[in-house]
């Protein structure tokens, strides 16, 4: 049998074959502060996360301080915010990258992040960032794709908003440019995503479409849509993280707080535990429960050479007796001896 596709990103393998791979998401709800990050790191690591990830930008390496409308955003979270001042309050600094990381490490949660620019890139290399995470709408940004996988690492590749040719281009232009694998996050770009969005069916399909791990970077509420990937194929979440949403924070309204990020550590790993393999064997924890099936008993006593009926004979637990697809054959016998009720039903007392 032909194994599922994988990555392995700091020596852990990410394929369906595995437990998926769990990416809890920083991203702005540090609040401008390192201590806060920090103590974000912490709560991450306590969740049971296999990796955590921020983002490595600038508001000048993201987007232009100009005062147009097509820099501004129109409705949902950031209404009528320019996207200079919202990338302004929720970059996560340079400068702070390296203390990150090394907390991170310190805590044994692999780290990584979403660069957004070449000068991004270099400083995660220079960390020894173990990948890169290209965000939805970076993924039809090729020369910034090949960058990243010009490290010679795997690349994540979440695929919000693009076509099935974008998600093709964007995964060959990885693959060539020297990645040494893609995992690809079927992505709702909206925030926060409906579940009536989420199309989670989508994991099955891009597993057959594109020949890699398949995973779901999920925007939804609570932890539904991450399972139910799970049981899909998906062999990666992730999923945006807060300290607290009543603290605030750019994208705090659909981050999970870490009580429910550990239920969805625990929940999605438990999924693919369930999931098993397709078998119609009795399992070596059911052989127990054998005894407590239905076969055929005798019901009241019976003298030798009376005849078996539904009087006398019936199908009840546990399973000593008979099968109970004998019945048929077994009424109108003659008992073979006297029959004492509770007695389990065998041949040798049939005549």
């Given amino acids: 049998m032909t194994s599922a596709p994988e990555i392995i990103i700091a020596g852990r393998r990410i394929g369906a074959d595995h437990p998926p791979y769990v990416i809890c998401e920083l991203s702005g709800n540090h609040n401008g502060s ?6 974000m790191v912490d709560a991450a690591a306590d969740t049971g996360c296999d990796a ?3 983002q490595t930008y600038t508001a ?6 100009v005062d147009r409308p097509e820099f501004r955003i129109h409705g949902g979270l950031w209404d009528g915010r320019s996207l200079y001042e919202l990338y302004q309050e929720a970059h996560t600094p340079f400068e702070w990258h390296a203390a990150i990381f090394e907390r991170a490490k310190a805590r044994g949660v692999t780290i990584f992040s979403s660069p957004f620019d070449e000068t991004a890139v270099d400083l995660l290399a220079d960390l020894d960032a173990p990948a890169y995470k290209i965000a939805s709408f970076e993924a039809v940004d090729l020369p910034l794709i ?5 490290q010679g690492k795997p690349l994540i590749i979440s695929t919000g908003m693009a076509n099935l040719a974008e998600i093709e281009a964007a ?7 020297g990645a040494t694998g893609v995992l690809l996050l079927h992505c709702v770009s909206s925030y926060p995503a409906t579940f009536e969005d989420a199309n989670v069916r989508t994991v099955s399909d891009m597993a057959a479409r594109f020949g890699t791990p398949i995973g779901l970077s999920d925007h939804t509420p609570g932890t539904a849509a991450s399972v139910a990937a799970v049981a899909m194929g998906a062999c990666a979440v992730e999923k945006h993280f807060t300290l607290a949403r009543a603290d605030g924070g750019p994208d705090a309204a659909f981050s999970l707080e870490p009580a429910e990020f550990s239920a969805l550590v625990r929940d999605t790993k438990d999924a693919w535990a369930a999931l098993g393999r397709a078998h119609y064997d009795v399992l070596g924890s059911e052989r127990g429960s054998l005894l407590f099936r239905r076969s055929l008993y005798v019901t009241a006593d019976v003298k030798a050479g009376e005849a078996l009926t539904r009087a006398n004979v019936r199908s009840v637990r546990p399973g000593n007796g008979l099968p109970p697809a004998e019945l048929d054959r077994v009424l109108g016998k003659a008992a073979a001896r006297d029959l004492q009720r509770g007695e389990p039903l065998a041949w040798d007392m049939v005549g």
């Fill in 52 to 54: 955590i990830k921020i």
């Fill in 171 to 177: 995964r060959d232009a990885a693959l060539a440019a």
């Fill in 34 to 39: 390192l201590d806060r990050a920090l103590a």
């Fill in 60 to 65: 000048d390496t993201i987007t232009l301080d």
């Fill in 146 to 150: 090949r960058y990243a996988a010009s």
